[in-house]
């Protein structure tokens, strides 16, 4: 079954430590997007990508970066400039159109 | 920028009909969406409107009124398991990705 997968579910960062947040998708959409959400708040936008070797910013793109070198792939790394990086981060990816968004399960992050 | 404003909480009884609104804030208009999130889980796609009025998927139905720049998504024939977060989503010409209003947390009780 096509998908999208989030790895790892939990994950522990130390102080000063970047990380990095996988997200493959085998459903051939060519737009991804990365969103964080925090307890009982909406998503809010990282970065998106709508093509192979682009992406832009969106509304709390600092401290964070991403590359997308393959169609299947949008990693995020969390780096140590982001001050407060405990939340759930979301990936998501859509086809034509743009507006059925496809999520993964999520990956948990914790600032130990 | 784009801005959504939904009610944070919704409270109904099984077998009822609820209604969610949502207003919305944006510069170029490209549809308003809606999902639901069960506590824990990731977010799952409900319904588009690009165009107004009301479009109906089982017991979901959600309504657009571009003038008004309002939309809701009505539930009906409430069940337990629809007790969960849903938000509205509007996206922009000028930025092709989707902005997500805060949430309703829906409780649906016996």
């Known amino acids: 079954d096509g998908g999208i997968t989030q790895s790892p579910k939990y994950l522990f960062r130390k102080e000063g430590q970047n990380v990095t947040l996988s997200c493959e998708q085998n459903?051939?959409?060519?737009?991804m997007y990365w969103y964080r959400q925090d307890p009982g708040q909406g998503l809010r936008l990282i970065y998106y990508s709508q093509i192979v070797n682009d992406f832009q910013k969106g509304d709390i793109a600092e401290g964070y970066s991403v590359s997308r070198e393959k169609k299947e792939s949008f990693p995020l790394t969390v780096t140590s400039a982001q001050k407060n990086p405990t939340a759930f981060y979301l990936c998501a990816s859509s086809g034509p159109g743009g507006h059925g968004y496809t999520f993964g399960s999520g990956t948990r992050l914790t600032v130990v | 920028g784009q801005s959504l404003e939904q009610p944070s909480e919704v409270t109904a009884v099984e077998g009822a009909i609820v209604q969610i609104n949502c207003t919305y804030q944006?510069?170029?208009?490209?549809?308003l969406s809606w999902y639901q999130q069960h506590d824990g889980g990731a977010p799952t796609f409900l319904s588009y409107?690009?165009?107004?009025g009301l479009e109906e998927t089982g017991r979901f139905s959600s309504f657009l009124s571009r003038s008004d720049s309002y939309g809701y998504l009505l539930l009906q024939e409430l069940q337990m398991k629809d007790s969960a977060s849903y938000f509205c989503?509007?996206?922009?010409?000028?930025?092709?990705?989707?902005?997500f209003g805060s949430g309703t947390r829906l409780q649906v009780q016996p």
């Open positions: 989503a509007v996206g922009d010409t000028g930025r092709r990705a989707l902005t």
């Open positions: 459903l051939n959409h060519d737009a």
């Open positions: 944006t510069s170029g208009f490209y549809g």
């Open positions: 409107n690009a165009l107004d």
